[in-house]
């Protein structure tokens, strides 16, 4: 059973940063993709980044552009969302999110709070 774990969220002043983390229970290598959602009240659920294992640049939500940047660490099974410069609209539940064959994977969330 595949388990992804996140840390890092928390409370933090518009303009501040986080650094999210997400261990797999498994070699990063065995998935398709990896990447992270976020989910805000009354909102459906939508795509942060996400990084293809195989290679290529990620992808980023335009909303986070230039403000957010996925990266992993092989050795550790671990995929990070550094969130620069955050705004009150970027306060949501983030999930880790892993892609294997036709199986989608999730993290239990962390919450993120945007707020002063």
């Known amino acids: 059973q595949v388990q992804l774990v996140e840390s890092g969220g928390g409370l933090v002043q518009p303009g501040g940063s986080l650094r999210l983390s997400c261990a797999a229970s498994e070699s990063l290598f065995r998935f398709n993709a990896m990447g992270w959602y976020r989910q805000a009240p009354g909102k459906q659920r939508e795509l942060v980044a996400v990084?293809?294992?195989?290679?290529?640049?990620?992808n980023y939500a335009d909303s986070v552009k230039g403000r957010f940047t996925i990266s992993r660490e092989n050795v550790k099974n671990k995929v990070f969302l550094q969130m620069d410069s955050l705004k009150p609209e970027d306060t949501a539940v983030y999930y880790c999110?892993?892609?294997?064959?036709?199986?989608?994977?999730w993290g239990q969330g962390t919450q993120v709070t945007v707020s002063s």
């Open positions: 990084i293809t294992l195989g290679g290529g640049s990620p």
């Open positions: 999110y892993a892609n294997r064959e036709r199986n989608d994977y």
